[in-house]
C-alpha cells in the first residue's frame, strides 16, 4: 500500500525558506493530486496546495503566492517550499494523497505522519 | 473561500451513547451534474495524521465501523457515532471539496463522560 514520508528541517529563521518533501513508497507518484496540509499547535487543518504529476498545481491564495510545489517523478517525490517564513508558519507539515485519480475528488485517504517545524530565531 | 463551521466545539458523551458533530458549509457543496456532496469527515487521534471516515458526505471509507455515519446534503451535514467506544476519543474535521481552495472545520473534540 502507498506510504508518504516527509522529511527537512525541523527549525528554519524567520524571513527564510522553509523546504520539506515528501516520499512515496508502494505506489508511483504518476497519477493522484498530492496536497500539503498544514496544523498549528493545538489547532486545525489548513490546506496549502497540490500538484498532479503533470505539474499542474493549485494553491491557497491565502498564502499570498509564498508557496510552491514540485514533483520529481523518477525519485517519487515531491516537494513544498515556502519563503519567507514567519512565526504563523510553525505547523506540522502532512503531505497527503488524494482518493481519487481524477479532479476535483480532493479528499486525503493516504496522509504522511507529519512533520514538526518550528519558525524561530 | 468556502467557510466550513462545526459545532460543537467539544462534546462528552457516555461509552455506549450517540455522539452528534455538525457542519455548515457557506455555500452548497452538491454538485447538481452528479448529484454529489463534496463533503469529507476525518479522525484525528494525538500525534496522528487525520484518518478519512467518510467521503461523498455518508459513504463510509474501507475498514470504518459501521458506527459511523454521515448525513446531509446542500449545506448542513452531521457525522453520527451511534455508539461511542473507548477508541473513538479524537477530534472530527469536516472538509469541503468542491471548490479550491479546500477548506476544513475547526474541528470537534469528542471526550468520554
Known amino acids: 500500500q502507498v506510504q508518504l514520508q516527509e522529511s527537512g528541517p525541523g527549525l528554519v529563521k524567520p524571513s527564510e525558506t522553509l523546504s520539506l518533501t515528501c516520499n512515496v513508497s508502494g505506489g508511483s507518484i504518476s497519477s493522484y493530486f498530492w496536497s500539503w496540509i498544514r496544523q498549528p499547535p493545538g489547532k486545525g487543518l489548513e490546506w496549502l496546495g497540490f500538484?498532479?504529476?503533470?505539474?499542474?498545481?493549485d494553491y491557497n491564495p491565502s498564502l499570498n503566492s509564498r508557496v510552491t510545489l514540485s514533483i520529481d517523478t523518477s525519485k517519487n517525490q515531491f516537494s513544498l517550499r515556502l519563503s519567507p517564513v514567519t512565526a504563523a508558519d510553525t505547523a506540522t507539515y502532512y503531505c497527503a494523497r488524494s482518493a481519487v485519480a481524477r479532479p476535483g475528488f480532493n479528499y486525503f485517504n493516504v496522509w504522511g505522519q507529519g512533520t514538526l517545524v518550528t519558525v524561530s530565531s | 473561500d468556502i467557510v466550513m463551521t462545526q459545532s460543537p466545539d467539544s462534546l462528552a458523551v457516555s461509552l455506549g451513547e450517540r455522539a452528534t458533530i455538525n457542519c455548515k458549509s457557506s455555500q452548497s457543496v452538491l454538485f447538481s451534474s452528479n448529484n454529489e456532496n463534496y463533503l469529507g469527515w476525518y479522525q484525528q487521534k494525538p500525534g496522528q495524521p487525520p484518518k478519512l471516515l467518510i467521503f461523498r458526505a455518508s459513504t463510509r471509507e474501507s475498514g470504518v465501523p459501521d458506527r459511523f455515519s454521515g448525513s446531509g446534503s446542500g449545506t448542513d451535514f452531521t457525522l453520527t457515532i451511534s455508539s461511542l467506544q473507548p477508541e473513538d476519543v479524537a477530534v472530527y474535521f469536516c472538509?469541503?471539496?468542491?471548490?479550491?481552495?479546500?477548506?476544513f472545520g475547526g474541528g470537534t473534540k469528542v471526550e468520554i463522560k
Open positions: 500538484i498532479y504529476y503533470s505539474g499542474v498545481t
Open positions: 472538509q469541503q471539496y468542491f471548490t479550491t481552495p479546500l477548506t
